[in-house]
């Protein structure tokens, strides 16, 4: 069935570090894929989407792309700051009843 | 934008007891509502998926006589623990939809603690 695998963590940085966290996907189709991310306490937030092959999704200095040749949607940001310190999961979404299908997250920590 | 009213957002009950989760689209008709359960340092897990009207689709290994899911109008979904345990400590999320490939909007989660 349909998977997401992305890199384990905790993954510690320093405030300006660059940030790569990645993510592949195993799925039948074309299915869309998202990042999301869950701040201490809170909820899920989509924090970008790509919807198709060469698509780059971008939101909050964070981006994307989907790579169908290497089934990949890696997240990147040039400068993290320590308000981005939280969870991020990549997922996908495809499937009869298009429910999402999540990676198992990367704890992301980001020190002044 | 569309939002998810998900309550409550904690609730702390002894073991043999039920508790309600409510999820409510606010401003959209949600024929379709997802609950995922997050299990600590652990991604989300699918439990069921639930279509206005008709019967939950469990996924493989969640109890339905344990988990009971209503989805009775396009803006509610209640998730019922029954008979919860400690073991049912978790994180409980919902997710709503307008219908396939519509975009997918979160709750802000239930954390349960079973006593």
């Known amino acids: 069935g349909d998977s997401v695998t992305q890199m384990e963590g905790p993954v510690t940085l320093s405030e300006e570090a660059f940030l790569t966290i990645n993510c592949t996907y195993t799925a039948t189709g074309y299915p869309s894929l998202f990042w999301y991310v869950q701040y201490p306490g809170e909820g899920l937030q989509l924090l970008l989407k790509a919807t198709k092959a060469d698509d780059k999704g971008s939101n909050k200095g964070f981006e994307a792309t989907y790579r169908k040749e290497t089934t990949s949607f890696h997240l990147e940001k040039g400068s993290v700051q320590v308000s981005d310190s939280a969870v991020y999961f990549c997922?996908?979404?495809?499937?009869?009843?298009?429910?999402?299908?999540f990676g198992k997250g990367t704890k992301l920590s980001v020190k002044p | 934008g569309a939002v998810v009213s998900q309550h409550p957002s904690r609730v702390i009950c002894k073991s043999g007891t039920s508790v309600k989760i409510e999820c409510r689209s606010l401003?959209?008709?949600?024929?379709?509502m997802f609950w995922y359960r997050q299990f600590p340092k652990q991604s989300l897990m699918l439990m069921a998926t639930s279509n206005e009207g008709s019967k939950a689709t469990y996924e493989q290994g969640v109890e339905k006589d344990k988990f009971l899911i209503n989805h009775a109008s396009l803006t509610l979904s209640t998730l019922t623990v029954t008979s919860a345990h400690p073991e049912d400590s978790s994180f409980y999320i919902c997710?709503?939809?307008?219908?396939?490939?519509?975009?997918?909007?979160f709750g802000n989660g239930t954390r349960l603690t079973v006593t």
């Open positions: 997710s709503a939809s307008r219908g396939q490939g519509r975009p997918l909007h």
């Open positions: 401003d959209f008709q949600a024929t379709t």
């Open positions: 997922a996908l979404r495809g499937g009869s009843q298009g429910n999402l299908i």
